[in-house]
Nanobody, 116 residues
Framework: QVQAVESGGGLVQPGGSLRLSCVVSRSIKDFYRMGWYRQAAGKQRELVALITINGTPTYASNMRGRFTISRDNAENTVYLQMNSLNPEDTAVYYC??????????WGQGTQVTVSS
């Protein structure tokens, strides 16, 4: 069974940075699109960023310029670099991976808390 495992979450002060990682137990070249979603307490899950197999990124408008998504096909890993974090970024961040003919793969999530 293919799995996606996130890491890198934690507690950070406002204005700080974190780098999330998502390792997939299968070559990510098989996934035409990967990305990150997040869900804050009491809110709906929302898109953060996506990246295609060719490396083309897409960002939610309120995260563009602060967050950077990248992928390392050799390491089967997708990254999310998050800068200038603020308390509104506090959420559980989920990795996703899309493969033709299969349901979307979701990771278990990693908690990001932005607080002083």
């Amino acid at each position: 069974q293919v799995q996606a495992v996130e890491s890198g979450g934690g507690l950070v002060q406002p204005g700080g940075s974190l780098r999330l990682s998502c390792v997939v137990s299968r070559s990510i070249k098989d996934f035409y699109r990967m990305g990150w979603y997040r869900q804050a307490a009491g809110k709906q899950r929302e898109l953060v960023a996506l990246i295609t197999i060719n490396g083309t990124p897409t960002y939610a408008s309120n995260m563009r310029g602060r967050f950077t998504i990248s992928r390392d096909n050799a390491e089967n890993t997708v990254y999310l670099q998050m800068n200038s974090l603020n308390p509104e970024d506090t959420a559980v961040y989920y990795c996703i991976a899309d493969r033709l003919g299969y349901s979307r793969l979701w990771g278990q999530g990693t908690q990001v808390t932005v607080s002083s």
